[in-house]
């Protein structure tokens, strides 16, 4: 993994979150995951707001990374299937403006089905940016009826102290060394 940088998701510095890095992206422990093992993908450039904001060389190291880091955590996690999002602009639910990339473990015993999406769409990762916000209060208000009361409320999922994301991205960092010696990934 390279220097030990500060590393920013937008403007949060997220640095002890952080359990991957390559040249052009990172992986991190989620603040306020769905279920156990949603992580982040995004680049390390916290310019890089949307999907088509990424340089050809960040593109190929980005998706290098989302394929890693979804095998990893479907190993990981003894996952059955996976999610994997990115909510591009406020208008398609994206909270924090900096690209990332959701992946989520799922499994055929408790499943939820697509309530998984109404959770994705009401995760938030911190304060948030006034005008972004004001983007995405407008979606809200607009798309209000369509969207299906099953999904558990942001405010009543709570976040992870830093301690514990600190701790979940070294023990992930420690499998995920293995995982990659094991199985022979090209992770740079």
Not at 75 to 86: K, L, P, Q
Not at 120 to 126: A, G, I, K, Q, V
Request: with cysteine.
């Amino acid at each position: 993994m390279p220097s030990s940088s500060p590393v920013y998701f937008s403007k949060f510095l997220v640095t002890n979150q952080v359990f991957y890095k390559s040249k052009h992206s990172y992986a991190l422990v989620n603040l306020k995951p769905l279920l156990p093992g949603h992580v982040l993908i995004v680049p390390l450039r916290n310019t890089c707001i949307r999907l088509s904001d990424l340089t050809p060389e960040e593109n190929i190291d980005y998706f290098k990374t989302v394929q890693l880091i979804y095998r990893f955590i479907q190993h990981t996690y003894n996952a059955d299937a996976m999610n994997i999002a990115i909510q591009d602009g406020p208008e398609a639910g994206q909270t924090v403006p900096h690209l990332h990339t959701h992946l989520i473990p799922r499994y055929r015993v408790n499943n939820i089905g697509d309530a998984i999406y109404d959770r994705l769409e009401s995760w938030r990762f911190t304060d948030r940016l006034e005008n972004w916000e004001r983007r995405r209060a407008a979606y809200e208000a607009n798309g209000e009826e369509s969207r299906s009361q099953l999904a558990t409320p942001d405010a009543d999922r709570k976040p992870q102290d830093i301690s514990e994301m600190s701790k979940e991205a070294e023990d992930l960092k420690a499998k995920l060394a293995t995982f990659i010696a094991s199985n022979s990934t090209d992770a740079s």
